[in-house]
């Protein structure tokens, strides 16, 4: 097997062997861009590594090989004590993991080398300052020892010199300072920095493998949803240096604008600085612009392969460069991860520019950055008070009280508060604690750092390098022009302009969400230009979405004010009316006299009551939805939801008593509390149980149904109802109900002179209803799959109480990585919903099916309905974009 491949062997589609980076700086090499030599060693080698616990046996000798042909190339010897080649050892896996993994530069350097280096450079004080880098990192990473011993020191040598920053420290305080930090790698490890530039090679090598499986790395994956057993690559790459003096510098940047999808390069450089300098955000950094200034030639190489690479790779790319002394190195390039207004506006750029396809343009985004856009914004029209600015790093508006440091905030955020994370910068060990805030807020490091490249990736608003503000973490106050924040002060953070408002300011809704509700005019007239270039792509991707796709969205609504919405939000219909809903509030009474009747008499006159007002809100229904289809589902909760609490009810009657004035109401009601009380009301007489042993109760809300189709047909309307019964668990109880309310369709239809035909169907939402479908199938002319109790009942968990319980330790311990009521569970619910599906239309061919439970918005859940050949899928208003835009994705 072959574990190394060296840069010039390789392309960018083989990221699973060779993990990002390194396919990436094959294919370079490939396009003839200046890219320093080296070589990746696969992923197969780091699997095979954390599977044995050692290294392959071929391992050592390819290395060895590689190195050897790498030598050659470059015409020098790693660590040679003659103009010595030094390497970088950097991290790639497949999905990029940004901070997660180690990176040792510098590797090759020793107490020989750095003589030799100094011969070739003609520059002492950069050697040693490469020199005790190389400690450091190598001391931290590879030998475990904690950054701050290292920090520390350095801190004395600046104290004793008076130095401000590392820059004031010359050749000799630094030479010192490699005795010092080679000092503390004695002390703390027990034998001495090793010198043999191949050990630290494979040293080196073999903490990049481990770093897979740091908690922070597994952490990370979890939430980004990276399988645990992809491993990473290990790239072994010539060092170039732009620590080398003022000709030399090191850069991140972007081919477009990742933060707004603004066209135009974008990025940060930084001179005489080395690659981790830029990212960290430790210095603040120039502009393109002043780079370009600065060194004409180099950027406007740069500006050249720019171009070259997006025509390339057709995408944004996000590239790292160093200039050394004057001659400029490509170090990494990707396609660059960017917010989801950028991906939208970036789709439909690269669509005009001819690079991409309609259809590609869709494979670009996603429903869940549609989600994101529709969030609100700040309020531009009300006063505020501005506390600094800084860069717009991950849009949004987050409103939360400050804390200072990441245990705080995932401590307040567990109590149910919202913070804002205020550090000078984040780093990788931020993670839970910028996972837990609302917004992340930092005052030093630029678009790059870290703050904003995991902000961004996590869809969490944040703002930058805001440089006017003094943080102190440990006193935990933040000050800006005369302003101090204390922890636990109201901050509002804009991440699309990068504006830090004191506190709290109110919001309004996205212009994305104006757009869905009002239309592409409306929505553009007096935007600005970049607000209007978002809402015409979104409108261009999701009329593409409705072109392409073969699932129908409808939405669940149960009001004429939802619906109306819905079908504003581009719903085809309604999918599920939850009439219970039509009972909340004061209308409960009515309910609550239905329960108590105590003859049969009573109880129809208590049906009676009920009869106009349902045959109102349908026929409101009808009208918002004319034309589309309309699905109202009968009854479906257990009765004892519309009667008041047992226990209020207990002490009431109790009261009463002692007062000597019993209260025969409240008796009455008791007495139905206790007679209709259930252990698990979840798994009772709810739906159409409800149905068969209520008398009348599914026939009024049928009637009502009919008499609100024949009062819009009447109208000159277009209604198109369709009856769908909860709960069923077998055919039989479909035929009875269906004998009852067939009847009261057709009586209905024969007192209008109308020849009325209502489609009758059912909730697929029980595991039996689901495994006998072929049957059910006869008495229902379509199945709308419930997968909310189609989950509960398939997992036996409590739909209300579950998530509290002991969801989270499910999803720490990896028994499932989403909740299953979030996303389908695909294996156990979806091959239930399969089987249904299947069986359903062998016995049934024109029988029509969707989805209503929760996973009808849920982006993976729709790809596996259309999969499944449903017909469609409905889900809350706000979600029908999503939906749209989802059912498209999963067609291509
Ligand atoms: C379901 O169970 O998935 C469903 C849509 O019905 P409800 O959520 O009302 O129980
Ligand atoms: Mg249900």
Not at 262 to 291: C, H, K, W
Not at 385 to 397: D, F, V
Not at 507 to 512: F, K
Not at 606 to 621: G, I, K, V, W
């Amino acid at each position: 097997t072959s574990y190394v491949f060296d840069f010039s062997h390789g392309d960018k589609d083989q990221k699973d062997l060779l993990g990002g980076k390194g396919a990436n700086l094959a294919e370079m090499t490939r396009l003839g861009l200046p890219v320093p030599p080296g070589f990746t060693i696969t992923t197969e080698a780091c699997r095979h590594y954390l599977a044995q616990g050692s290294e392959p046996q071929d391992l050592r000798l390819q290395v060895t090989m590689a190195l050897r042909r790498l030598e050659d190339q470059v015409g020098r010897r790693l660590g040679d004590s003659v103009d010595p080649l030094l390497v970088s050892v950097r991290s790639g896996a497949k999905f990029s993991m940004p901070g997660m993994m180690e990176t040792v530069l510098n590797v090759g350097l020793n107490d020989y080398s750095v003589l030799g280096l100094i011969e070739a450079s003609g520059d002492e004080r950069f050697v040693w300052d490469s020199y005790r880098r190389l400690i450091q990192m190598f001391g931290k990473t590879v030998l475990g020892i904690e950054g701050e011993a290292f920090a520390a020191a350095l801190d004395a040598a600046k104290q004793v010199k008076g130095a401000r920053s590392d820059v004031d420290l010359d050749a000799a305080d630094l030479k010192d300072l490699v005795g010092d930090f080679k000092e503390i790698v004695l002390k703390h490890t027990g034998r001495d920095f090793p010198q043999d530039p191949r050990e630290q090679l494979d040293l080196a090598t073999r903490s990049v493998f481990d770093s897979w499986n740091t908690d922070r790395a597994r952490l990370y994956r979890r939430r980004e949803r990276i399988a645990h057993d992809l491993g990473t690559a290990v790239n072994v790459c010539t060092m170039v240096f732009g620590n080398l003096g003022e000709t030399s510098g090191t850069g991140v940047c972007f081919t477009r604008d990742p933060a707004t999808g603004r066209p135009g390069v974008y990025g940060d450089y930084m001179t005489n600085a080395q690659g981790e300098d830029v990212v960290s955000g430790i210095r603040n950094t120039l502009s393109l612009d002043d780079f370009a200034a600065l060194d004409p030639a180099s950027y406007g190489e740069l500006r050249q392969i720019m171009r070259r690479l997006e025509t390339h790779y057709r995408d944004l790319c996000d590239i790292e460069f160093t200039v050394e002394r004057g001659k400029l190195w490509m170090l990494q390039t990707r396609v660059g991860k960017r917010t989801a207004g950028a991906a939208f506006r970036i789709a439909s750029a690269l669509v005009d520019e001819r690079l991409i396809t309609l259809d590609e343009a869709l494979e670009r985004v996603t429903g869940t950055q549609l989600a994101n856009l529709m969030f609100p914004q700040f309020d531009p029209g009300t006063a505020r008070t501005a506390l600094t600015r800084g860069m717009a790093a991950s849009p949004g508006a987050a409103v939360g009280r400050v804390v200072f440091d990441s245990p705080t905030a995932v401590e307040w955020a567990a109590r149910g508060e919202q913070v804002v994370l205020l550090r000078r910068e984040t780093n990788p060990e931020d993670l839970e604690g910028m996972l837990a805030s609302a917004g992340i807020l930092t005052s030093r490091g630029g678009k790059t750092s870290h703050a904003a490249v995991v902000a961004r990736g996590m869809g969490k608003t944040a703002v930058c390098g805001a440089d006017e503000l003094e943080v102190d973490s440990v006193a935990k106050y933040a000050q800006a022009g005369g302003v101090r924040v204390e922890e636990g002060d109201l901050l509002s953070i804009d991440g699309t302009t990068g504006e830090v408002f004191v506190g709290q300011v109110p919001v309004v809704p996205s212009p994305v969400v104006r757009y869905l509700e009002e239309g592409l005019d409306a929505a553009v007239e007096g935007a600005d230009e970049g607000t209007a270039d978002l809402v015409r792509a979104v409108d261009r991707i999701l009329g593409h979405a409705d072109a392409v796709r073969r699932l129908g969205v409808r939405a669940n609504a149960d009001t004429a004010d939802d619906a109306a919405r819905a079908r504003r939000m581009g719903a085809q219909g309604i999918g599920l009316c939850r009439t219970e809903h039509m009972f909340l509030g004061d209308r409960r009474v009515l309910i609550e006299r239905v329960i108590l009747a105590a003859t049969p008499a009573e109880r129809a006159s208590a049906l009676e009551a009920l009869l106009p007002m349902q045959r109102a809100d349908f026929t409101d229904l009808l009208e918002t939805m004319d034309g589309l289809p309309v699905t109202i589902r009968l009854l479906d909760p257990p009765l004892h939801e519309f009667l008041p609490d047992r226990a209020d009810l207990m002490v009431e009657v109790a009261r009463a008593e002692e007062r000597g004035e019993p209260d025969e109401r409240a008796i009455r009601m008791l007495a139905a509390v206790n007679r209709l009380h259930e252990s698990n009301p979840m798994l009772g007489l709810r739906g159409v149980r409800l149905g068969l042993t209520v008398p009348g109760l599914f026939s009024l809300q049928v009637r009502a149904i009919a008499e609100a189709v024949a009062a819009r047909i009447a109208a000159g309307g277009h209604p198109h109802a369709e009856i769908m019964i909860p709960l069923v668990g077998s055919v039989m109880e479909l035929h009875l109900i269906r004998d009852e309310t067939d009847g009261v369709v057709a009586q209905v239809g024969a007192d209008a002179g109308l020849d009325l035909t209502i489609p009758v169907g059912t909730m697929i939402e029980l595991p039996r209803a689901a495994l006998t479908a072929y049957r059910i199938a006869e008495a229902a002319e379509f199945f709308s799959f419930g997968t909310n109790d189609l989950t509960q009942t398939t997992w036996g968990f409590s739909r209300d109480d579950v998530e509290a319980a002991f969801f989270a330790a499910y999803l720490e311990k990896g028994v499932f990585t989403v909740s299953p009521f979030e996303s389908l569970d695909v294996d156990g619910v979806g091959r239930l919903v399969r089987i249904a599906a299947q069986e359903g239309r062998a016995a049934r061919p024109d029988l029509k099916l969707g989805v209503c439970g929760e996973h009808g918005g849920d982006p993976e859940s729709i790809h596996f309905f259309h999969r499944t050949g449903l017909d469609y899928v409905s889900c809350s208003p706000f979600r029908v974009p999503v939906a749209r835009l989802e059912a498209a994705r999963a067609t291509l």
